[in-house]
């Protein structure tokens, strides 16, 4: 963690196939759906059904990454996902946002 800065780390394990997580994850509806994101998201690296890393900069925060891993575990899929250089006054709040969005990605598959 550097000067005014924290990180947030996830770990999920989803029964359902990579190929319909990494739907779920880059389908415009699919993400309106479980995600929401706010406007300043882009994302910088894709790596089909194994990597997904977004450049997070909503208006009036500082620029942070949200990096999602995927791994097949059979026909489950474990997600990781880190949340890199995160305002350290909003850390707790991307804790609770971040949870919530995970439930209803699960929901969503």
Same mark, same amino acid.
């Given at each position: 963690?550097?000067?005014? #800065?924290?990180?947030?780390?996830? /770990?999920?394990? +989803?029964?359902?196939? @990579?190929? &319909?997580? !990494?739907?779920?994850? /880059?389908?415009?509806?699919?993400?309106? #759906? !479980?995600?929401?994101?706010?406007?300043?998201?882009?994302?910088?690296?894709?790596?089909?059904?194994?990597?997904?890393? =977004?450049? !997070?900069? $909503? $208006?009036?925060? $500082?620029?942070?990454?949200?990096? @999602?891993? =995927?791994? %097949?575990?059979? &026909?489950?899929?474990?997600?990781?996902?880190?949340?890199?250089? @995160?305002? %350290?006054?909003?850390?707790?709040? +991307?804790?609770?946002? !971040?949870?919530?969005? =995970?439930? #209803?990605?699960?929901?969503? =598959?």
């Amino acid at each position: 963690m550097t000067e005014g #800065r924290c990180e947030a780390r996830f /770990t999920r394990r +989803y029964d359902a196939p @990579i190929a &319909q997580v !990494w739907l779920a994850l /880059t389908d415009p509806a699919s993400v309106a #759906r !479980w995600l929401a994101p706010p406007a300043g998201v882009e994302v910088v690296r894709s790596e089909r059904e194994r990597l997904l890393e =977004l450049d !997070w900069s $909503p $208006p009036g925060e $500082p620029q942070s990454v949200v990096r @999602i891993e =995927l791994r %097949a575990e059979g &026909q489950r899929t474990l997600l990781v996902l880190d949340h890199r250089r @995160i305002d %350290a006054a909003l850390g707790m709040r +991307y804790m609770g946002d !971040w949870t919530r969005a =995970l439930e #209803r990605l699960e929901v969503s =598959l």
